[in-house]
């Protein structure tokens, strides 16, 4: 089975990358490997990946569409987990032309590719848990609007779900999009905060806590959101379960939001150390608390999380450790 899989060497992508190579699935990997945060790091997981002879890999833009066409040109592909996108709520906000770019264009991209494929099961791709916006009935469900984005990233993820929608409507392309929830552990993103928050409580610097710490996160450990991926991808919807098109749209979370401020005291504890802390109003564009509902996942998956962040945070500070010799 050939899995064509976008943002392979993303953090989320690598991590699924390896459990499909594991089953011994063979995985077409294609990432741009932008500078939006360190390439050592995307190469470094792809060297990680480089290993397993039935991984390929194309350094590609995903919006652009011929070379795209040219890298799958004659693979006959099972299904497709469409990860790449350009990441991070604050950095829409500065440079909005990249999220059009990658999160829209790519999208059509990915669409047109699954189009065209005769046989393929199903395209599984990612959302985010930004699309809910300025909501504040907790917790977030799939069952509420999401027309109401405070970011251009939330935009165009509310945007991919009805880009989808459309597809699976018009072509009976089996369809599943995830709505990621605060994704943390080893290989994590430098643009988010345990990242930052190890980082720099390491080197001795304050750590900024936005809102005043008056924030709660559904943090979620990415062996758990992988699960959820491969679940999704090895279940496609059929079109009597939706009683129009083939799409679905799911959560996956930790169902736990916790406290920012127990977050840091959980992290101070793994790395022996207290943090500086300074205290900043909110971030335009961010939201104050996330809350994932699973119970639509539950059912229709059989997804529990089962990684806790009391045992996910120090699982990500010894794998820091390691891969900076500290």
Known sequence: M????????????????QRLLDRGERVVGVDNLNPYYTPALKHDRLAQLAAHPNFTFHQINIADRAAMETAVGGLKLTSIIHLAAQAGVRNSIENPFAYVEANLVGH????????????????????????YGGNTQLPFSERDRVDNPVSLYAATKISNELLSQSYAHLYGIPQTGLRFFTVYGPWGRPDMALW????????????KVFNHGDMRRDFTYVDDIVTGVLAARDN?????ETAAAPHRVFNIGNNQPEE????????????????????????????KETYADLTAIRRDL?????????????????????YHNI
Do not use: C, N
């Open 108 to 131: 059509m991209v990915v669409l047109e590719l699954a189009r065209q494929q005769d046989g393929l099961d199903h395209l599984v791709y990612a959302s985010s848990s930004s699309v």
């Open 2 to 17: 050939t899995v064509l899989l976008t943002g392979a060497a993303g953090f989320i992508g690598f991590h699924t990358a």
């Open 196 to 207: 930052l928050f190890t980082e720099a409580i390491l080197a001795g610097r304050p750590i």
């Open 260 to 287: 920012l401020l127990h977050m840091i005291e959980l992290l101070e504890g793994a790395l022996g150390r207290k943090a500086e802390r300074i205290l900043e109003p909110m971030q335009p564009g961010d939201v």
């Open 302 to 322: 059989g997804f529990q999380p089962t990684t806790a962040i009391a045992v996910g945070i120090p699982k990500f500070v010894s794998w820091y450790r390691d």
């Open 236 to 240: 496609p919807p059929e079109p009597e």
